[in-house]
């Protein structure tokens, strides 16, 4: 018995293996870049021969009116991205187990869930074209004599366009883990609710969302995860000097000091700020979900 | 009945989302060609005789290897030219094969990289890793100076004196010293400088002459005539109810070209500020000495009132700087005015042509109220050859060839296989070619030359002997004595030639026939050592303040503020740099 035992948990090993040494590869190994955030770095003296110049680089990063700005509309992006990813699908899920008919459903799953699968690239042409002087909104805008308004333009929607847009294009797929919990939950649950004399609304309420709670948290955790993440293939389509001022965010601004700018040491010090800060926040959020829903991955 | 349902379902979403692909990808694909048109003016030159070894494989400049040398090289590729024959690639085709033949020239394909963008990301992750193949193009020559101060370049002084043609020679000189100090870093040359035609960076209008012909107008001269027939065009719809007066720059365009991006400017406001005597984005000599960087100044600030003005009033695209391409209005002619190099009409809007035959594109200079026409010139060329340090002497020497043979021969490949696949190809053109162009080819036109007196070996204008065959053939003018030409005057069955000589003929033409009453030079066309540290700050700073300027965003007198806010976050800084370089040239 016991030595069966050993032999399974050696099997376990072995299957973790290629994982590990991808990330030791992958993950790991060009950790080793980060010490370029506290050089003068230049490519011919290489990592080993580039001038320590410290903490002058962060010293430089916290002078920029930019970054403060950045930050901001990061934090601000993503964090309407993870509460409107968890409601959206949520409540759509919600309305869709209420369908009895299975071949309705599916269709309706299956064509919401497709937008998923379009890159960002073309989604941002489409968006484009929607929100265009020209584009769809304006056209009915002008069916009731309103003026057409640059929307791609304006820093004041520029954020609630990006959530929005992005919620439109992955709710369907985020939806799945929710109905594939819908599904898990004991339908006798339902029963006993029914015997009680509960009608939809009183089911949805004290059996649906308790049983739903653990995906909820579970789901919510891993968005804080990538709080700092507000979607660089997104806002880098849709983008331009204009919403700089509400629009840009961490990703696209490395971008351009590190790719456009070939100022390596400056971005790398940006994406090492950037990485520490999602530690912290992954850290607090993580202590939270154990403290309010029970709730530990590890 | 469901199951069918769902199959048209996904027909329609499929529909869709080719069509969103197609919109997608028309960007690129358009301004790509016009990419390669800009700096390239030979991509329709004809096949003549197969090549011309022989006369001089003896001396260094031509001299075949006796073994074979490997050259590695990194390459952006074009990814919607379709002209490479089956079976041929970057690595293997007429270009390559030509090379290997006569010269023992062994090109080897490292990478490639989608032109633009892709490419240059590519680039920026290979100097910084410091990987180099022994040859790259590289387009910005913050790219140069950033490899060879990284000591990652081949110092080519003595091999170019030794093994550049005479040719390569003669052009190098023809922009008096100026492209060999572009070249090099700490007086020691790194790289094989590109040179292009100074036109590229002579700013006109270009508008639509068959509508001022409609109306009966006369061709605007200043800004307020401008804006004046542009009212005209939106008031009398001539392309329907969309119709635009002036296209500005698009999404990724830029409002003015800069001391970094002084060419190839298309649908920028250059010809607007050039007549009002401003010229933002290059540093200035005020007059005492002193440098003063161009945004700053009252009369910029005079032209964005000007600009704000018309942009209220409609004159200008009322999506400008969101658009997703200016190109794709100008093509759908529903535009009457923009403002460009003297290749954007003909090779850059050939598609404007196909759309509606009688559309009479011209190009005429913007005078500023006194009369005055003020060009802003453009650095020499912007992109390199780079020939990596760890290149052996013989690679080194076989780049140096291979640009000798593109410039020797570029006239007669055959070019139905695009010209951007013969390998590091970097264009090196006599600044003055464009108008030497025009003048010859008028004199054939008018018969006072003959095509044969161009057809001699080792001229550094090139492509003139090719054109000079091929004229009589497109153009035809109803007028010899008038040296306007209209669209009726062109055959377009060959649409390449056709593109050729209507951006020389008609694009050209003011540079070519008028004297600018003043050239405006930026002190420097490079950064200093401050600026590559806060240049990409201060530069958000402009664009953003510029566009809401434009557009009404902000008040004109958030200038001030902007003013303020650029001296203090780092630009007054570089101002002492560049006053520092400007005075030690002196």
Redesign the interface.
């Known amino acids: 018995m016991k030595g069966k035992r050993g032999n399974v948990e050696k099997h376990y090993y072995l299957m973790v293996l290629p994982g590990l040494v991808w990330l030791f590869l992958f993950s790991i190994v060009p950790m080793v870049g980060i010490v370029m955030a506290f050089q003068d770095y230049n490519p011919g003296l290489g990592i080993f021969g580039s001038e320590w110049i410290g903490l002058e680089n962060f010293r430089y990063l916290m002078q920029l009116d930019d970054s403060k700005q950045v930050i901001i509309n990061t934090l601000i992006i993503s964090s309407g991205k993870i509460v409107l990813n968890l409601l959206i699908p949520l409540i759509f899920a919600l309305l869709l187990n209420e369908v009895t008919q299975l071949q309705y459903k599916k269709l309706v799953q299956t064509i919401v869930y497709l937008p998923h699968f379009i890159s960002w690239v073309i989604m941002a042409s489409i968006v484009i074209n929607i929100f265009g002087y020209r584009g769809a909104i304006n056209t009915i805008r002008g069916w009731f004599g309103l003026e057409p308004r640059l929307f791609m333009a304006d820093p004041s929607i520029f954020r609630q366009l990006v959530i929005g847009t992005d919620v439109w294009k992955s709710f369907g797929f985020n939806a799945v883990i929710f109905l594939a919990a819908l599904t898990s939950i004991n339908p006798n649950l339902y029963e006993a609710a029914t015997i009680d004399g509960t009608n939809r609304w009183q089911r949805t309420w004290y059996v649906t969302l308790p049983e739903l709670k653990s995906t909820i948290v579970l789901l919510g955790v891993l968005g804080l995860g990538n709080i700092l993440n507000a979607g660089f293939d997104q806002v880098y389509n849709l983008y331009n000097p204009l919403v700089y001022s509400t629009g840009d965010i961490l990703d696209t601004w490395i971008y351009r000091l590190g790719l456009t700018n070939l100022q390596f040491s400056l971005a790398t010090a940006a994406g090492l700020f950037k990485s520490v800060v999602s530690f912290v926040l992954i850290t607090i959020s993580y202590v939270l979900a154990y403290k309010f829903a029970d709730y530990k991955i590890f | 009945m ?1 199951k069918k ?2 199959a048209v ?1 996904l027909v329609c ?1 499929l529909a869709l ?1 080719s069509v ?2 197609s ?2 990808s028309k960007t690129p694909s358009s301004d790509a060609n016009e990419n390669t048109s800009s700096n390239n003016e030979s991509e329709s030159t004809p096949s003549e005789n197969g090549s011309s070894e022989g006369e001089s494989s003896g001396e260094p400049a031509f001299m075949k290897f006796p073994k074979p040398v490997d050259v590695h090289i990194g390459m952006s590729v074009s990814p919607v030219d379709k002209t490479l024959p089956p079976g041929d690639s970057a690595q293997d085709n007429q270009y390559t094969r030509y090379l290997r033949e006569n010269f023992n020239i062994n090109v080897i394909v490292d990478w490639t990289a989608a032109e633009g963008e892709n490419y ?2 590519k680039v ?2 290979a ?4 990987d180099l193949p022994d040859g790259l193009v590289v387009n910005d020559r ?2 140069m100076v ?2 060879a ?4 370049l081949y110092d080519i002084t003595d091999l170019f004196e030794k093994y550049a043609s005479k040719q390569v020679k003669d052009i190098m000189a023809s922009t008096q010293g100026r492209a060999m100090e572009n070249a090099s870093y700490n007086g020691r040359m790194v790289s094989l400088p590109n040179i292009t035609v100074d036109t590229d960076g002579i700013y006109v209008m270009m508008i639509r002459k068959d509508w001022l012909d409609k109306l009966n107008l006369p061709v605007p001269k200043t800004l307020s005539d401008i804006e004046k027939t542009a009212k005209a065009f939106i008031e009398n719809k001539m392309a329907g109810d ?1 119709t635009i007066g002036i296209i500005g720059p698009d ?1 990724n365009g830029h409002p003015y070209s800069t001391f970094l991006l002084s060419s190839n400017n298309r649908f920028g406001f250059d010809p607007v500020f050039q007549a009002m005597d401003a010229y933002p984005g290059y540093w200035l000599d005020d007059g005492t000495g002193k440098v003063v960087y161009g945004t700053l100044t009252e009369n910029t600030k005079k032209t964005l009132e000007l600009l704000a003005r018309w942009y209220k009033e409609g004159i200008i695209d ?2 400008l ?4 391409s200016s190109a794709e209005v100008v093509n759908a002619n529903q535009a009457g005015i923009f403002f460009g190099p003297w290749w954007s009409i003909g090779y850059g809007n050939g598609d404007s042509f196909k759309n509606d035959p009688n559309a009479n594109w011209q190009a005429y200079p913007v005078y500023s109220d006194d009369g005055k026409w003020n060009v802003r010139m453009k650095t020499v060329g912007t992109s390199y050859t780079l020939i990596s340090k760890k290149a052996s002497e013989d690679v080194a020497k076989a780049i140096i060839i291979m640009n000798n043979v593109l410039v020797r021969d570029e006239g007669i490949f055959d070019t139905s296989v695009a010209i951007g696949w013969y390998p590091l190809r970097n264009v090196m053109a006599p600044a003055d070619e464009c108008e030497y162009e025009y003048r010859e080819l008028w004199k054939i036109l008018r018969g006072q030359a003959d095509p044969e007196d161009y057809n001699i070996p080792g001229n550094p204008y090139k492509l003139i002997y090719a054109d000079a065959k091929a004229i009589r053939n497109v153009v035809k003018p109803a007028d010899l004595n008038n040296e306007v030409l209209n669209i009726q005057d062109f055959d377009k069955s060959d649409f390449g030639k056709f593109q050729r000589f209507y951006s020389l003929l008609i694009g050209n033409r003011p540079y070519a026939t008028i004297t600018p009453d003043k050239k405006v030079y930026s002190v420097t066309y490079n950064q200093t050592e401050t600026m ?2 806060k ?3 201060l530069q ?1 700073l402009e ?2 303040t510029i ?2 300027i434009i ?1 009404g ?1 902000e008040p004109i007198s958030s200038f001030d503020k902007f003013v303020e806010k650029w001296k203090a ?1 780092g630009g007054d800084e570089i101002t002492a740099e560049v006053q520092a370089e400007y005075d030690k040239k002196k």
Do not use: F, H
Request: aromatic letters at 4%.
């Open positions: 469901i349902l769902i379902v979403m989302v969103a692909c919109s997608g240059n990301q920026s992750l100097i910084a890793s410091g913050t790219y950033r490899a101060k990284s000591g990652l969309n999404k009322p999506e700087g969101t658009r997703d590559e540290r240049w990409a700050n958000k664009d953003e566009l809401k557009l965003q976050q």
